[in-house]
């Protein structure tokens, strides 16, 4: 957690830095560029400080109103994990969560509204903009499967020792078994764009999400579960507007 948000932070006052300069027009030609588009679409992947590396990957599509001014709409498939998850190492060299029964997946689509800050200059600079989406939360409580004396049986820590453990399925051998926990989410963030050309997408999203479910999740039997979820999270996405 605290190696996440430094990592958020630490990439978050670079780009706030590397904007400063680039606006500023110091040697630099500061006219802006000519932006004019209708539709932007892309894809993406963030880190959130409550996953794994990769903890989501996302779909968006804007509309423009005018040069500063966007609505866009998308999806997003995300993992989340407990704060008390804790990963060993078996004698094989693969790993599992001890006390781990379910994992939460969380299928979120949302709509939201752009307001753009700064605009690049030509060739340099970074844009700016602050976003913010909401939109309902299918979760999915997805049984964890783990290898236990040849076979895969969804983890129960009064049955499994850990010891006769060795390893893991994927979230998709227990997928059709999933129990559908309705929520809602919230994100809000800012974005720095730094294409090369105005037909061309490639930025950072950082910024902060909430997600909030009907009835707690039981991903740790042995921990307290949880109704509500927060993060930070970071995200590099591409596309191409038209």
Not at 198 to 215: C, D, L, P, S
């Amino acid at each position: 957690m605290q190696i996440s948000v430094k990592v958020f932070t630490v990439v978050l006052l670079l780009f706030i830095c590397n904007t400063g300069f680039s606006q500023s027009g110091f040697g630099f030609d500061t006219r802006i560029e000519d932006e004019n588009y209708e539709i932007e679409n892309v894809f993406g992947g963030s880190h959130a400080s409550n996953s794994g590396l990769i903890s989501s990957l996302f779909w968006r599509h804007s509309n423009s109103f005018d040069k500063k001014n966007l609505a866009h709409y998308g999806i997003e498939l995300a993992n989340t994990r407990h704060p008390r998850e804790s990963r060993q190492t078996t004698i094989t060299g693969s790993s599992f969560v001890i006390g781990k029964s379910n994992y939460l997946i969380s299928i979120r689509p949302y709509y939201g509204r752009e307001k753009v800050l700064f605009q690049k200059s030509p060739q340099q600079g970074v844009r700016v903009s602050a976003m913010a989406s909401a939109g309902p939360t299918i979760g999915l409580e997805t049984p964890y499967y783990v290898n236990y004396r040849g076979r895969k049986e969804q983890y129960d820590p009064n049955i499994h020792s850990v010891n006769n453990i060795n390893g893991t399925s994927s979230p998709l051998k227990g997928l059709f078994e999933s129990n559908i926990v309705p929520g809602l989410h919230l994100k809000t963030s800012m974005t720095f764009e730094t294409n090369s050309t105005k037909n061309r997408v490639f930025g950072i999203q950082a910024g902060f999400v909430i997600e909030a479910f009907t009835r707690k999740i039981d991903i740790l039997p042995e921990a307290e579960g949880k109704s509500i979820y927060s993060a930070a999270f970071i995200a590099v996405y591409f596309g191409k507007r038209r």
